[in-house]
Every structure is written in structure tokens, then in C-alpha cells.
């Protein structure tokens, strides 16, 4: 359904790329891609208030929320700004200038065009998803700019997907130029797309930790200001035209190969695995799917092959350990490999719960673009290597 709406490339006209695009500009910023701040399904409803005069944010004020990310992984992070954010910010390719394009992230109807009281510039969007509902798209921080200028009067309208509707701005409540890029479900059917339905595009990957997405629940709680906050269920599904990973059921010998998984088209998967008999209960359900880098550091960064891996058994628990251990397949991009230091990539692997990235005995098979290593846990993985340039982001 939707695409990323702003250049892949870092172009000024070229709208949607390859499912290899899609994964790179999808990093965060500090991996090399251009994601400043994720979607927290805990809880993203603004962090907490710290000053008097701030009005706006109901984050509970008890932990593990505030100062936390939970994004799609389904893992908690301290490094995937902001704690509480209900969208996904994105860098523009020039920073500091008001030179990249926003584009209609999917077909839609314009809604509105304004200023928000802070001083925003916006445009909303809404897309209608046969037998599933309408979902709306917002575009916060344009540029006053003619493209702005040129969406004035076009209310009803409907857009392609691609059309470009703005410029990546610093209007309003920002610290710099940049696009909030916010989707919400009309869960109710009543129109409004409140903030209680905002979701993430990416879905929500299941895991040892939050089984659950927190957001897709129901919820009560005690905001930071001292009130009761009622949450109605608003489930998260990944609306992107790439798809980043899959669900599947393990078969009767308890293993089995989820090859070419999460890909339309035949293109390049995120991700494959090769369980062997025995490996998980019987019945049990696996999740797969690509997930960000870790930061890059001087001495180590990440190619844009990472991944997520969880299982549950037939009754819902979380697997735990794998054995014998399934064999985990990453692509490799030449091109992102040439700029590490030789022979150094191998796949690392970060338990479920650590911060600590563990190394895997790892093959390389450059020919056919494939990195594969075992492990026996679910967790997260990134093929790293020492970086022959400096990489890090100023």
C-alpha cells in the first residue's frame, strides 16, 4: 500500500525503488539510512511532560516507557529515538535545507491542507483499503514552499501514489528539517483518525519479550499529569508495498525451509532460514523478518542485512532455544561490502533481552550474495564489519 514518500535515491524526482532500496533508506540515520526517530508501540502517545507548560504527551510515567523504544522488532531499545513518538521521522538528504521532495506515500484523497497553532505546515491524506477500513496519512513540517503553495484548494482531490505534495521542512515544534510521517486507522469507523489510532506501517514483530504489541491491547493507565488514560485495542499491520518478513508454521518433523520468504516479485529476500528436524515443537509458529542495524561505531558497522527472529509453540510460549540450531541466510551487497575491511564481515547475533552483539562463525558465499551462521536463540542479527572508511555521522 504505501511506499516510502520521499526519494530512495536521493534524487529530486524518483519515487519507490527496489525492496534493497526500501531496507537501506529504512535504517536509522546513525546506520546509514534515514530514520531519525521509530514508531513506539509503548506507548506512542508523546513522552511525558517534564515543564509546566507542556500540555500535549500522555506517556505513563513508570518504566519501561519513558526514555525506551519499543519499535517493530518487538525488542526494547535505548537507541531508536524518541521514547513515545507516534511516527516515523525521516531525514531529508541535505541537512539543514528544504530540498527534498515529499511524496503521496500511497493513492488517496486529500483531506487537508494547513498550519498547525504551532506553526506546522501539513497535509493529510486518506486511503480507503478494500474490506479492511481507511487509514490516513499526515505529512508534518513542510516547507513554505509552491509545491506547499500548489496543494491550497485541492481538498477532495484524489492523488497517485508518487505525486509530490511538498518539501521536507522545519515548520513548527522541530529542532530541525525533517518529515513526521504518522499513519492512523479509523479502527471505529467513526471518521475522526484520533490520535489513540495512530499505527505503525511496519506491523509489529512478535517476541520473547512482548509477545504482544502493547498498543494492539487494551490498556489503563496513570499518565505523568496524574490521569487516567483508557486505550482502546488499535492493531498494527505492515502496510508497505515491500514486504520485511513473514510468519510460518512449523511442519510435523519440526523443521523445514522458509526460503524466499517475505518478498513479492522474487526479489532478494530480507531474510531465509533452514530449521532441521527436531528443531522447534511441532506447530510452533516462526517470525522472520529484516530489522535495523545496530549505530555504526568506529570500529564496526552494519551492511543493511539485519534481522529478527522469534518463536512460539502450539500453546504460545516463547521458544527459547533452538536445537538443534536453524541455519540463518543473509544477502550481501557487494557494494556495501567493499567498503568494509577485508574478510571482516560476519554475522553477529544479539540475544533477546542483551545489548551485547555476539559474533557467529559465519560463510561467506560472495557468488551467490549469501552470508549464512547458526544459532540457537531467537534475538536479533546484522552482518558487521570493520569500515576501511570513517562512517560515522557527524
Known amino acids: 500500500?504505501?511506499?516510502?514518500?520521499?526519494?530512495?535515491?536521493?534524487?529530486?524526482?524518483?519515487?519507490?525503488?527496489?525492496?534493497?532500496?526500501?531496507?537501506?533508506?529504512?535504517?536509522?540515520?546513525?546506520a546509514g539510512g534515514r530514520i531519525n526517530s521509530f514508531f513506539d508501540h509503548l506507548y506512542p502517545l508523546y513522552p511525558a511532560p517534564d515543564e509546566p507548560g507542556v500540555v500535549f504527551g500522555r506517556e505513563p510515567a513508570t518504566a519501561p516507557t519513558g526514555g525506551l523504544v519499543l519499535p517493530f522488532n518487538g525488542q526494547l531499545s535505548s537507541n531508536t529515538y524518541y521514547s513515545g513518538h507516534p511516527g516515523y521521522d525521516f531525514a531529508p538528504y541535505t541537512s539543514g535545507q528544504a530540498t527534498t521532495p515529499v511524496f503521496a506515500a500511497a493513492v488517496g484523497v486529500v483531506a487537508e491542507v494547513g498550519e498547525h497553532e504551532s506553526g506546522a505546515l501539513y497535509v493529510r491524506l486518506v486511503h480507503t483499503?478494500?474490506?479492511?477500513?481507511?487509514?490516513?496519512?499526515?505529512?508534518?513540517?513542510l516547507a513554505a514552499d509552491p509545491f506547499f503553495a500548489a496543494m491550497q484548494g485541492r481538498v477532495g482531490e484524489t492523488l497517485p501514489a508518487g505525486e509530490r505534495i511538498g518539501t521536507m521542512g522545519n515548520t513548527g515544534w522541530s529542532t530541525g528539517h525533517h518529515l513526521h510521517f504518522e499513519v492512523r486507522f479509523d479502527a471505529n469507523g467513526d471518521g475522526r483518525f484520533t490520535g489513540d489510532e495512530v499505527v505503525d506501517p511496519f506491523g509489529f514483530l512478535p517476541g520473547p519479550a512482548y509477545p504482544q504489541d502493547p498498543w494492539a491491547e487494551a490498556a489503563n493507565f496513570t499518565d505523568a499529569r496524574g490521569e487516567t488514560y483508557r486505550h482502546a485495542p488499535v492493531p498494527s499491520r505492515s502496510l508497505w508495498v515491500h514486504s520485511w518478513g513473514t510468519r510460518a508454521t512449523v511442519p510435523l518433523d519440526g523443521g523445514g525451509q522458509m526460503g524466499a520468504m517475505g518478498t513479492d516479485g522474487g526479489q532478494t529476500p530480507p531474510i531465509s532460514l533452514c530449521?532441521?528436524?527436531?528443531?522447534?515443537?511441532v506447530g510452533s509458529t516462526v517470525y522472520a523478518a529484516w530489522s535495523p542495524d545496530p549505530p555504526y561505531t568506529h570500529e564496526q558497522v552494519g551492511v543493511?542485512?539485519?534481522c529478527a527472529l522469534s518463536a512460539f509453540d502450539a500453546?504460545?510460549?516463547?521458544?527459547?532455544?533452538?536445537?538443534p540450531?536453524?541455519?540463518?541466510?543473509?544477502?550481501?551487497?557487494?557494494?556495501?561490502?567493499?567498503?568494509?575491511?577485508?574478510?571482516?564481515?560476519?554475522?553477529?547475533?544479539?540475544?533477546?533481552?542483551?545489548?551485547?552483539?555476539?559474533?557467529?562463525?559465519?560463510?561467506m558465499d560472495t557468488a551467490a550474495g549469501v552470508a549464512?551462521?547458526?544459532?540457537?536463540?531467537?534475538?536479533?542479527?546484522?552482518?558487521?564489519?570493520?569500515?576501511?572508511v570513517d562512517m560515522v555521522p557527524p
Do not use: K
Not at 483499503?129 to 513540517?141: I, L, N, R
Not at 550481501?332 to 567493499?338: I, S, T, Y
Not at 549464512?372 to 576501511?388: E, I, K, Q
Open 275 to 281: 530449521a532441521g528436524a527436531g528443531s522447534l515443537p
Open 372 to 388: 549464512s551462521a547458526y544459532t540457537d536463540r531467537p534475538g536479533r542479527c546484522a552482518l558487521l564489519g570493520t569500515p576501511a
Open 129 to 141: 483499503v478494500p474490506d479492511v477500513g481507511q487509514f490516513q496519512s499526515t505529512y508534518w513540517h
Open 315 to 323: 500453546q504460545g510460549n516463547a521458544v527459547t532455544r533452538f536445537a
Open 325 to 363: 540450531p536453524v541455519r540463518v541466510d543473509l544477502p550481501v551487497d557487494l557494494a556495501a561490502l567493499a567498503l568494509l575491511t577485508a574478510d571482516s564481515a560476519a554475522i553477529y547475533w544479539q540475544e533477546t533481552g542483551s545489548e551485547q552483539w555476539a559474533r557467529l562463525d559465519t560463510v
Open 304 to 306: 543493511g542485512s539485519g
Open 1 to 30: 500500500m504505501f511506499d516510502l514518500p520521499f526519494p530512495y535515491d536521493g534524487s529530486n524526482e524518483h519515487f519507490g525503488g527496489t525492496e534493497a532500496q526500501f531496507r537501506r533508506a529504512a535504517q536509522p540515520t546513525q
